[in-house]
């Protein structure tokens, strides 16, 4: 089946009432362990990539990737969505390409890392949703910043400097008409989130329901949703890593996300980590071998399981067949009539 527009895709978890994975992606082997996931457990799925990896997978070796995986994988409607589109144009050029969702991060300024103003947010992500809109192309818009920083993307801090406000939210989505909301309830991006395992007053949950009690109708997403397991940073560490002690998001608290309004859920670090100890187990295990196969198997394989796990844990598993997807045309239609009576 063609790449399917996030927003069916989030409206059918909002029936079930479950959450669907968004996963990172850079290459072919990435793609191949998320497709493998999802066809093992049946789920629907979202894969994202960020300009990071619009830059190392020169684009359209991606999005070809990415058709390679509907045809190989025709059972499973899958996504392909822009992760933190930092202005209106890169969001363009991943419509133009064929991304059926983008996220128009005007949290932060074009830069990637300056806080920006309501109003700069409200303007460049009311120009996405017009243009993506048009075309049938899902709109995440992200109100409060995320902590941390990845591959230069990211307001930096510990999460907590720049959490949503959920009336700033209800008024956001009013003055924006996005489909999905990511807010900041205290996660930050990449392996070192929390320095001792949070507990439920770490993590603002009550800010989380808030927002759900005001806006039921809005996708919430929730990013930084790696959980950083022990395993897999034992793993690294074992053959050779430095990685230091660190904590991510219990599964726990992402499925009482998933009961208040939570419906992506964005992993990224918990496969990197995967990938990475597999690797380093071969290098250390096996260092007279030198067929890249040898190390990039095993790094798939360790990727699926995580994928696995996750679309298990979130409730996506076993919707794969629920639904038939609607062309982006229809999706386009629907937005126009949503307009006219609103
Ligand atoms: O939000 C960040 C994602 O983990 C993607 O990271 O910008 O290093 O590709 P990246
Ligand atoms: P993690 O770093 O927790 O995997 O978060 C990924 C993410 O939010 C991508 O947008
Ligand atoms: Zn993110």
Redesign the pocket.
């Known amino acids: 089946m063609p790449l399917v527009a996030m927003r069916q895709l989030l409206d059918e978890a909002a029936k079930g009432g479950y959450g669907v994975g968004a996963f990172?992606v850079?290459n072919m082997e990435q793609i191949q362990a998320i497709m493998e996931a999802a066809r093992e457990t049946q789920s629907p799925v979202i894969i994202q990539a960020?300009?990071?990896?619009r830059a190392?997978s020169q684009d359209r070796f991606l999005y070809h990737l990415m058709i390679a995986a509907t045809e190989v994988y025709p059972e499973i409607p899958v996504v392909l969505h822009l992760?933190?589109g930092n202005s209106p144009a890169t969001c363009k050029s991943a419509i133009e390409m064929g991304f059926t969702s983008v996220m128009m991060d005007g949290s932060l300024m074009e830069d990637g890392k300056t806080p920006s103003s309501y109003e700069y947010n409200v303007r460049v992500t009311r120009e996405v949703v017009a243009m993506a809109h048009a075309k049938g192309v899902t709109v995440e818009a992200e109100i409060g910043c995320l902590g941390g920083i990845?591959?230069?993307?990211?307001a930096g801090g510990s999460g907590m400097e720049h959490l949503t406000d959920p009336a700033q939210a209800e008024q956001f989505v009013k003055d924006t008409n996005c489909d999905a909301l990511a807010i900041a309830i205290g996660t930050s991006?990449?392996a070192y989130k929390f320095t001792k395992k949070p507990d439920g007053s770490v993590l603002k949950m009550d800010v989380l329901i808030e927002i759900h009690k005001r806006l039921p109708k809005t996708h919430l997403v929730m990013?930084?949703s790696s959980s950083v397991p022990k395993e897999l940073q034992d793993i690294i560490n074992q053959y050779g890593g430095k990685l230091k002690p660190t904590w991510g998001v219990p599964v726990e608290e992402i499925q009482l996300g998933i009961r208040n309004g939570v419906r992506k859920i964005?992993v990224?670090?918990d496969n990197r980590l995967a990938i990475t100890g597999a690797i380093r187990k071969v290098f250390m295990e096996s260092p007279e071998k030198f067929d890249p196969r040898d190390y990039l198997k095993p790094a798939r394989e360790a990727m699926k399981k995580v994928v696995m796990q996750r679309m298990i844990e979130f409730g996506q598993a076993g919707h794969a067949k629920d639904f038939t997807p609607i062309p982006l045309a229809e999706m386009a239609e629907m937005y126009k009539k949503e307009l006219a009576t609103a």
């Open positions: 990172n850079n960020s300009r990071g990896a190392y992760d933190h990845e591959d230069g993307h990211g991006h990449g990013h930084g964005n990224d670090t």
